[in-house]
């Protein structure tokens, strides 16, 4: 026996390296491809030793996990590649979290469009080398059931499944065509994201099948091995039909089959390890085990790699770039804001100089002039006197001596030479002011040239200086309309609070003397009847009447209001009230009550009597036309409670169903608003979510097959498809059923087709052809997806038959 157990030890030794040394399981995972590697065999013949044996005194006995970590550590780049692992085990059908403990129920998630599957509450932790990946393995071994049966010591009572997430940064050309080209512009055009490749290696060791009558197991420990075999038996049942290419591949019967769904006749590179005994005793385990190999191999799986652009990281470039032109730009303005500022100070200073030129060459001129001026008067003068005292000395001399002619011929003389140099003078004294006055005449056609110079500087910076103005004046205008958006909220705020405290207070409003009588009739009613249902209510109708009970709806005290409103609605709750109600101003009030109550209470009720009244036509419409979309929007936006938000989708939900408003249901918000609903996560709301949507989808295909061209769907371009895709398979009975007829007449619209398969949908239309529980719902999806040429065609690439 020892021998023999020593064989076994070579054996798993050779097969845990020979299969590690496959050049896919090195290299694949790395390059964008899935991998799996499954151990499957009875009990006892060495699964967990072949894949998870951890070496720690001999290297030689690690196992497919260890090896498997050291090649892609040894491979990955810190900067460019990771590396994450989740480890956890399947145990009863419950999915455990091998790396903690308290997370005990994991939920499986599927990606509508790709079908890949992950477990999203997983713990999952980053390696950076082999001795934290090792110190993982012991933790999550520590964790994982065992217990000792007849055929193995430790034998393993969970299915473990190791998932090891690798991501790759492909770099592009963009960089390169980057740095060379140093201008922005360029940089911008050529910037692409970068490609991101992921791969994920799933090892799985499964639990051994065992009978029970070699194993002995009883109690807790038979459960367990009832469990083992039951998912092993889904597993081969998975095998058997992808191996006879069956048209449906229970793969939703086991957990185990829905985690290894991409692992056979899926995207994965699957390695099948198959373990047996030397002992006779087991021929029929060993002989089930080895035809279980054979099925597998007959399996054929479509690789396919994954690839994507890293937007987070594009995102990141382009902020950082972002904030280098926005400083740029600041730079600019400023250094442009400064050459103004340094140009007007140069022409004020250029300015400035000319007129001061101007001035002293004006004031030096005319100093001049009034020098030369006095300067000819007193030549003049002086001149005159001149003449004078000679003109006496004649006179004397011709008196004695009695010469009278020759004196006036001498006379006559003086005069005409004086006279000819006083001409003289005065045409100097011309030529020189007439010069004077064409310098002038110069400076003044400088001083305009330097003038008009100047206007056009001035005109230059004017408009500069408006540009800059009304950009303030643009930023001054959106700081005022945040001012008071703030300031609108602060009011808003102010006035919640002032009404929480009223409320906490006891309700300081007091009611209308008018209405005492009234208020605590209908309180009294309230507190009588509470027990007696529609009687209680009808009797309370009867006897308070409908237009007094309206009017309580407009009272200050919060409670008497409440106590109206619920009344109001237990009465829309009956066919027969509904048009009294509409008629006496009910529906008005209703609607009042949603725009100006803040109570969630009073909105929950509201709502809900909206919602009875809209299942009439006639009702839609006057809904629709005193904005009631509108305002049921808006208590969808500001309600947390589910039972609120599931009133207001009931209300909008059968507004829905109305041939006539689609259009302006979706231009108010209505499918926004319905779409917005599903952050609640509650069923009940998600279930009139997808009502609304169905109804919908049912006018619009309704439309489509009366002849009406309506392109693509208004949901599809509101953005519902991923949400239908992603509950179309909800666990929750109405949810699916309202999803399932959604996609049905969704389909039934050509130009919906192309949008459908890319988002997942065709994948969710065969399951619901195949697997859905109402006959009348497959055979609507069977017919659509014969009679769509799109998808005919999208089936047969997929070598999907049908049809």
Request: aromatic share 4%.
């Amino acid at each position: 026996m020892s021998l023999m157990k020593c064989l076994l030890n070579l054996l798993h030794k050779s097969v845990s390296m020979k299969l590690w040394q496959s050049p896919w399981l090195k290299c694949s995972v790395l390059d964008g491809y899935n991998g799996t590697v499954m151990a499957y065999g009875q009990t006892g013949t060495g699964k967990t030793y072949t894949l998870g044996r951890l070496g720690e005194e001999d290297a030689a006995d690690r196992g497919i996990m260890v090896r498997a970590m050291e090649d892609i550590l040894a491979e990955i780049s810190p900067e460019t590649d990771s590396v994450c692992v989740s480890y956890s085990q399947l145990y009863m059908e419950t999915i455990q979290d091998l790396l903690d403990p308290a997370n005990d129920n994991i939920s499986i998630m599927e990606d509508p469009k790709t079908g890949d599957v992950s477990l999203p509450g997983a713990t999952v932790v980053e390696i950076r080398d082999q001795q934290s990946f090792v110190e993982l393995l012991q933790l999550g071994e520590a964790h994982r059931f065992a217990a000792n049966t007849k055929l193995n010591t430790e034998s393993s009572r969970s299915h473990a499944i190791l998932m090891v997430h690798a991501k790759r940064s492909v770099k592009g050309k963009d960089s390169a065509l980057s740095s060379e080209n140093g201008s922005m512009s360029s940089m911008l055009k050529t910037l692409k994201p970068p490609i991101v490749r992921k791969g994920k290696l799933v090892v799985v060791d499964l639990a051994g099948s065992e009978r029970i009558d070699k194993s002995g197991s009883e109690g807790h420990t038979l459960e367990e091995a009832k469990s083992i075999n039951l998912s092993l038996s889904a597993l081969g049942k998975c095998i058997n039909a992808l191996a006879e290419n069956s048209a449906h591949v229970p793969v939703r019967d086991s957990k185990l089959t829905r985690l290894l769904r991409d692992s056979f006749g899926g995207t994965a590179r699957t390695s099948l390890v198959v373990t047996i005994g030397p002992s006779p005793r087991h021929r029929g385990e060993t002989t089930s085990t080895i035809m279980f190999g054979q099925r597998a191999m007959k399996v054929e799986n479509m690789l396919k790699i994954k690839e994507e652009f890293d937007y987070k990281s594009l995102s990141r470039r382009l902020d950082i770039q972002l904030e280098k032109l926005i400083a740029e730009h600041e730079r600019q303005q400023k250094a442009f804001q400064d050459e103004i500022e340094r140009i007007t100070i140069e022409a004020q200073k250029h300015i400035f100089v000319v007129e001061r030129n101007y001035a002293d060459a004006l004031e030096k001129e005319k100093l001049n002039y009034q020098k030369e001026y006095m300067e000819s008067l007193k030549k003049l003068e002086e001149q005159w006197s001149k003449d004078q005292q000679k003109h006496g000395i004649t006179k004397i001399e011709l008196k004695d001596n009695g010469l009278i002619k020759t004196s006036m011929e001498e006379i006559h003389a003086v005069s005409s030479e004086e006279m000819a140099e006083v001409e003289r003078l005065l045409q100097e004294e011309s030529l020189l002011r007439k010069s004077a006055e064409e310098e002038a005449i110069n400076l003044r056609n400088q001083l305009i040239l330097w003038k008009r110079s100047e206007e056009a500087r001035t005109s230059e910076i004017s408009k500069l200086q408006k540009l800059v103005e009304d950009e303030a004046h643009q930023k001054k205008q959106l700081e005022e309309e945040i001012a008071v958006l703030q300031s609108q909220l602060m009011q808003l705020s102010f006035e919640a609070d002032e009404t929480r405290r009223k409320i906490d207070g006891g309700g300081a409003g007091e009611v209308p003397n008018g209405l005492d009588s009234l208020i605590s009739q209908v309180r009294h009613q309230q507190l009588q009847y509470s027990g007696d249902g529609k009687t209680s209510i009808a009797k309370l109708f009867e006897q308070v009447g409908l237009h007094k009970i309206l009017s309580l709806l407009e009272a200050e005290d919060v409670d008497v209001r409440i106590h109206a409103v619920k009344v109001v609605a237990n009465l829309a709750a009956e066919e027969t009230n509904q048009e009294k109600i509409v008629e006496a101003g009910g529906l008005t009030s209703l609607l009042m009550l949603l725009r100006s109550t803040e109570d969630e209470t009073i909105h929950r009720v509201a709502a809900g009597a909206i919602a009875n009244l809209a299942m009439s036509e006639t009702n839609q419409e006057l809904i629709m036309a005193q904005g009631g979309v509108q305002l049921l929007s808006m208590t969808a936006a500001y309600a947390e409670d589910p039972q609120t938000l599931r009133m207001v989708a009931g209300a909008i939900a059968n507004l829905c169903g109305n041939d006539k408003l689609q259009m302006r249901l979706r231009a108010e918000g209505g499918i926004k608003a319905l779409l917005g609903m599903v952050r609640c996560r509650h069923p009940d709301v998600l279930a009139q979510v997808a009502r609304g949507i169905a109804n919908f989808a049912k006018c619009e295909s309704r439309a489509s097959t009366q002849g009406t061209k309506i392109g693509k769907s208004l949901l599809i371009e509101d953005g519902a498809l991923p949400w239908i895709v992603q509950n179309a398979n909800n666990d929750v009975s109405p949810i699916r059923r309202h999803i399932e007829l959604a996609l049905c007449h969704l389909a039934q619209q050509e130009a919906n087709a192309k949008d459908m398969i890319g988002g997942g949908a065709l994948w969710e239309l065969v399951r619901i052809s195949r697997d859905c529980s109402r006959e009348d719902v497959r055979a609507l999806a069977n017919r659509t997806l014969t009679s769509s040429p799109t998808f005919l065609t999208e089936l047969k690439r997929l070598r999907i038959g049908y049809g």
